[in-house]
């Protein structure tokens, strides 16, 4: 498997580096100007075809825990994209599917649960379901780009023959969601 390079980084929220991304989109995430340097979100979706395989998953760092989870969201994202028919369609599925209701570390629903740690606060679980948000929202909107990279501008079938994997066999859709 391929882990991530940015290591524990310097902030964290939960057991999960609070790491900088390239985004317009506001949240406790750190912005860095657009440039040719890797973030995590770039950093996941060049991993993705090679991670998604793996059923088990060692984890380094706590920014391999980042990793991870936007492993699952891409996966989610696919299965709306392969869906869609334009970029435009993809794009507005992509910030439905970033705001719809998710759940966070600690909460019932959260598929991995025993590899992340709870909030300790409401405050720390506002800031990491605002992480998650920023992320989940860039996310979409990068993967869109890939996926539409095409000649007539319908989504690549080498993006979305992924939609059905399933990382670690975990889905953040829950069990028959999504």
Same mark, same amino acid.
């Given at each position: 498997?391929?882990?991530?390079?940015?290591?524990?980084?310097?902030?964290?929220?939960?057991?999960?580096?609070?790491?900088?991304?390239?985004?317009?989109?506001?949240?406790?995430?750190?912005?860095?100007?657009?440039?040719?340097?890797?973030?995590?979100?770039?950093?996941?979706?060049?991993?993705?075809?090679?991670?998604?395989?793996?059923?088990?998953?060692?984890?380094?760092?706590?920014?391999?825990?980042?990793?991870?989870?936007?492993?699952?969201?891409? &996966?989610?994202?696919?299965?709306? @994209? !392969?869906?869609?028919?334009?970029?435009? *369609?993809? #794009?507005? +599925?992509?910030?439905?599917?970033?705001?719809?209701?998710?759940?966070?570390?600690?909460?019932?629903?959260?598929?991995?649960?025993?590899?992340?740690?709870?909030?300790?606060?409401?405050?720390?679980?506002? &800031?990491?379901?605002?992480?998650? @948000? !920023?992320?989940?929202?860039?996310?979409? *909107?990068? #993967?869109? +780009?890939?996926?539409?990279?095409?000649?007539?501008?319908?989504?690549?079938?080498?993006?979305?023959?992924?939609?059905?994997?399933?990382?670690?066999?975990?889905?953040?859709?829950?069990?028959?969601?999504?």
């Amino acid at each position: 498997a391929y882990h991530s390079s940015f290591g524990s980084g310097t902030q964290a929220v939960g057991n999960m580096a609070l790491l900088p991304i390239k985004t317009t989109n506001r949240g406790p995430a750190p912005c860095l100007p657009v440039s040719d340097t890797a973030d995590i979100i770039d950093e996941a979706l060049y991993y993705f075809k090679a991670n998604v395989f793996f059923r088990t998953y060692e984890i380094k760092s706590e920014s391999d825990r980042v990793l991870i989870y936007l492993t699952l969201y891409v &996966t989610e994202c696919l299965k709306k @994209l !392969q869906k869609c028919s334009n970029k435009n *369609q993809g #794009l507005q +599925e992509m910030y439905s599917l970033a705001i719809s209701r998710f759940d966070i570390p600690g909460d019932g629903g959260f598929p991995l649960n025993g590899v992340y740690l709870r909030p300790n606060s409401p405050e720390e679980a506002d &800031t990491m379901r605002q992480y998650f @948000l !920023q992320m989940r929202h860039e996310t979409g *909107q990068r #993967l869109c +780009e890939k996926v539409f990279e095409t000649p007539d501008g319908k989504p690549s079938k080498w993006w979305t023959c992924f939609a059905k994997k399933k990382f670690m066999e975990k889905s953040l859709g829950g069990p028959g969601g999504m």
